[in-house]
């Protein structure tokens, strides 16, 4: 039976080093960049079928990026929507 195409949304976060640290910024800059080897839009859709497991994948949004708070620590951060369509 044919069920349709199922849609998908995740959430992404990406720390990467405390917030008080001058290269978390350089590093999370790179993750944010719409190019690049470290970019995670790049790394994401490089292959849109997700090695044949879905027609489509998509980051469609950047969000909250700044601070996260984790076991009393204050680490940079940033949020990837990423949707599936499968």
Known sequence: M???LTLFN????VIVGRAAEKRAQRKLDAYCS???ASSIKL???SDKSLG???YDVRVV???NIGSLQ???QEYLAAEF???VYA
């Open 34 to 36: 719409q190019d690049g």
């Open 61 to 63: 949004g950047m969000n």
């Open 2 to 4: 044919n069920q349709g």
């Open 70 to 72: 984790l076991n009393d």
């Open 43 to 45: 790394a994401v859709e």
């Open 81 to 83: 929507s990423v949707t």
């Open 52 to 54: 044949g497991n879905a």
């Open 10 to 13: 995740f959430t992404v976060i």
